[in-house]
C-alpha cells in the first residue's frame, strides 16, 4: 500500500506503523498480516473476483474448531492482523464467533465486505465482535457499480452498509478497484467520501488473476494511470487544506511511490527527502514478505492472488511453519527477488522502493514470474535507464 495521505500531508494512519514502522527484513522474523479468505460464497458476482467466490464454500473449508486452533497458532507467531475476507466473509455463520476468539488472542481483526448485508443489527454485531475496521467496496456511484459488482442494487445496499457502521462508530474503509470502466467514477468517489464521512479511501490498481484474469483489456494505459495518480493526490490535498481527515491510500502498484517521489523531487526537495524516507521504511511490494493468504480449505499462498499457488496446509503444518520455511523456490524466491528480477527491474535506480512491484501481475501477463510488471508506467528516463543507455 502506498499512503498518498502520508507521502503528501504527513497525516498518519492507524495503519502506518506497519507501512513505515521500523522492520527487522530477516526472513526468520518476518511477521505478515494475513489476509483469511475464511469463506468462498459470496451473493454477488463481481467481474474482477480474484478468489472466483461462488454459491458454495468447498468441502475442505476449514470448520470452526479448525479455524480457531490457526487463529491460535497466528496469535503465537504474533502475526499484526488478520483480515477477514472472502468470498463475502458475512455468509459465514461463525464469523462473529471467529473474530471474537481471535480478538481475546491479541489480534487486531479487519472485516472485508461487499457491504451488502450489513443492516444496523449486522453492524452492531460487528461492532461487539471487536472489528477495528470494516473494508467495504464499491466500484462507481448507482447503476455502474451494480454491473461492476453482477446484481442490481447492489449500490443502494452497500450505501445503506456504509451508514449503519458509521452510525455506531465503526471505522470504514471504501475500497475502489480502477480499470477502464471506473476510473471515471473517482470524482464522485471523492464526493461520496466527503458526504458520507468515511474515514479511509482505498484505491486498488487492477490485478489479473480469478475472475480479473479476463478484464486484461480493462487495464487502464500508462498515461491513463498517470492522470489517475494526478486526480489522487489533487483530491487528497484538497481534503486536507479543508482539515477533513480522510486517509487515502493506492494499492497493488508500487510504481505510485516513485512516480510520488519524483513529482515532489521536481517540486519541493524538503518534502521530496520525507517521501523517500517513508518509502525506503516501507520496503516496497512485500507479497510472501509482510502479506499472506489462507484460503477457505486452509491453503497458504504468498498474498491474496497466488490462489494457484499453494505453500502448504494448516491442517498439516502450522502457518508459522510453513511461512518460515524456505525450501519452497517461489517462498525463497519473494524474500530475496532482487536477483531474480528480469527487464527493466534489472537496472531501475529505484528497485528498493517498489522491490519488483506484484510479480503475480507479471506471470500473469508474460508467463514468468520474474518479468517486470507490466503495470510499472515510470518511463525509462525515469528510472535512470536512459541515463544510463
Known amino acids: 500500500m502506498i499512503s498518498i495521505s502520508r507521502l503528501l500531508c504527513d497525516a498518519v494512519g492507524p495503519g ?102 450489513i443492516s444496523k443489527e449486522i453492524a452492531d454485531k460487528i461492532r461487539h465482535a471487536g472489528f477495528t475496521e470494516v473494508g467495504i467496496s464499491l466500484d ?112 497493488d502498484n508500487h510504481a505510485d511511490g516513485v512516480y510520488l517521489y519524483l513529482k515532489q523531487k521536481r517540486k519541493n526537495t524538503a518534502r521530496a527527502q520525507k517521501v523517500l524516507a517513508l518509502l525506503r521504511a516501507n520496503g516496497g511490494n512485500n507479497s510472501g514478505i509482510r502479506i499472506a493468504a489462507v484460503d477457505p480449505s486452509g491453503d497458504v499462498h504468498p498474498d491474496q492472488f497466488w490462489h494457484h499457488y499453494s505453500l502448504g496446509n494448516v491442517r498439516q503444518r502450522s502457518f508459522s511453519d510453513i511461512w518460515l520455511d524456505m525450501s519452497d523456490p517461489l517462498m525463497r524466491g519473494l524474500k530475496a527477488r ?5 527487464g527493466r527491474c534489472v537496472k531501475c535506480h529505484y528497485l528498493d522502493l517498489c522491490n519488483g512491484n506484484l510479480r503475480v501481475r507479471a506471470e500473469a501477463v508474460f508467463g514468468d514470474i520474474w518479468a517486470e510488471d507490466p503495470a510499472c508506467y515510470l518511463t525509462d528516463e525515469e528510472i535512470g535507464l536512459a541515463h544510463e543507455e
Open 140 to 251: 462507481g456511484i448507482g447503476r455502474q457499480n451494480d454491473r461492476f459488482r453482477g446484481k442490481d442494487g447492489a449500490y443502494q445496499a452497500a450505501l445503506q452498509g456504509i451508514r449503519n457502521c458509521i452510525a455506531l462508530g465503526l471505522r470504514v474503509s471504501l475500497r475502489f478497484t480502477i480499470t477502464r470502466d471506473t476510473f471515471t467514477q473517482i470524482p464522485d468517489i471523492f464526493d461520496l467520501v466527503e458526504r458520507e464521512g468515511i474515514q479511509r479511501l482505498c484505491f486498488y490498481h487492477l490485478v489479473y488473476t480469478g475472475r480479473a484474469s479476463q478484464l486484461r483489456t480493462k487495464g487502464l494505459s500508462h498515461s491513463q494511470t498517470r492522470q489517475v495518480i494526478d486526480l489522487i493526490c489533487d483530491r487528497t490535498l484538497d481534503l486536507h487544506h479543508r482539515g477533513l481527515p480522510v486517509e487515502v491510500l493506492t494499492v
Open 338 to 342: 532482487k536477483g531474480l528480477l528480469k
Open 16 to 117: 502506518d506503523f506497519l507501512r513505515y514502522g521500523v522492520q527487522d527484513h530477516a526472513a526468520e522474523r518476518q511477521r505478515p498480516i494475513v489476509v483469511w479468505n475464511c469463506t468462498a460464497r459470496c451473493n454477488l458476482r463481481c467481474v474482477h473476483c480474484y478468489s472466483n467466490a461462488g454459491d458454495h464454500d468447498p468441502a475442505t473449508i476449514l470448520n470452526t474448531e479448525e479455524a480457531k486452533a490457526f487463529i491460535r497458532d497466528l496469535s503465537a507467531f504474533q502475526i499484526p492482523v488478520i483480515l477477514f475476507s472472502g468470498g463475502e466473509p458475512l455468509l459465514r455463520e461463525d464469523i462473529f464467533e471467529l473474530a471474537r476468539f481471535a480478538k481475546a488472542h491479541e489480534l487486531r481483526t479487519v472485516l472485508s465486505t461487499n457491504g451488502t448485508l
